[in-house]
């Protein structure tokens, strides 16, 4: 029979564990817009592939305008959570809030 083990505190204060826990929401959402950036392009090549009889190249062309909507996207919320965090005075351009903070509790605001 082992002896029980006995877990160390975490040394890492709240702010901290918040500030991971935000980071890692943010890592996690810039990777599925990535997915979602590659899947859009093979749709659109596969779309385009299509007859023109049939409803692919006008869908092509509504994938092909929501390409640039999402790696916009994609880079706006790499640039103000990782390059430029907003402070607490500093209002979103666009009226959303798309970075997570610790000051925040690690929730999302829209």
């Known amino acids: 029979m082992s002896a029980p083990s006995r877990a160390r505190p975490d040394p890492r204060s709240g702010a901290q564990i918040a500030d991971e826990q935000a980071a890692a929401e943010i890592s996690a959402v810039l990777l599925n817009l990535e997915y979602a950036l ?12 299509l007859p023109a009889s049939s409803p692919g190249p006008a869908h092509a062309a509504a994938i092909a305008d929501l390409i640039p909507a999402l790696n916009q996207l994609r880079r706006d919320l790499m640039q103000r959570c990782y390059f430029h965090p907003p402070t607490t005075d500093e209002a979103p351009s666009d009226g959303a809030q798309l970075c997570i903070t610790a000051s925040e509790g690690g929730r999302m605001q829209a």
């Open 38 to 49: 590659a899947r859009a392009r093979k749709a659109h090549r596969t779309l385009l592939r």
